[in-house]
């Protein structure tokens, strides 16, 4: 018996028009859906702000839900959003002055092609921080 072997495919670029350029792809429908914190302020003093940045698949709408003793904060800054072309997302907001110490979940739901990741993230909240 005989065995043939494929050598690999690989895809190469049609041009390169300048090395500096960035390419945005289009991915497949059959990507699945990601999401992964790529950054978090955290610990976080009450009265302070806080922000956390998610990487997901480009042009995913994502949602995120803070929480404080299973009760979801209201604040202005937490609304739905699109990762822009890269899949980055990113939110700020005002952790309330009445927020007790405590490990809080940070979640964040991203929707791409009608498949869902999520990310949970633990927001330390507390009175002192630690010694920078």
């Not at 050598?7 to 699945?32: C, D, E, F, G, R």
């Not at 995913?60 to 822009?84: P, Q, R």
């Not at 490990?103 to 964040?108: E, H, L, N, R, S």
């Amino acid at each position: 018996m005989s065995q043939t072997e494929t050598a690999p495919v690989i895809a190469k670029p049609t041009s390169i028009v300048n090395k500096n350029t960035v390419t945005h792809v289009t991915l497949a429908n059959n990507v699945p859906a990601n999401a992964s914190v790529q950054s978090l302020t955290s610990p976080v003093r009450p009265g302070d702000n806080a922000s956390i940045s998610v990487k997901g698949n480009p042009g995913s709408t994502c949602t995120i839900k803070v929480e404080y003793n299973k009760v979801s904060s209201t604040d202005s800054g937490l609304i739905a959003k699109k990762t822009d072309e890269f899949g980055v997302i990113t939110w700020s907001w005002f952790v309330e002055a009445t927020v007790p110490e405590g490990k809080w979940p940070v979640t964040i739901n991203c929707e791409y092609n009608k498949k869902t990741a999520v990310v949970i993230a633990n927001l330390v909240v507390t009175k002192t921080l630690p010694q920078e």
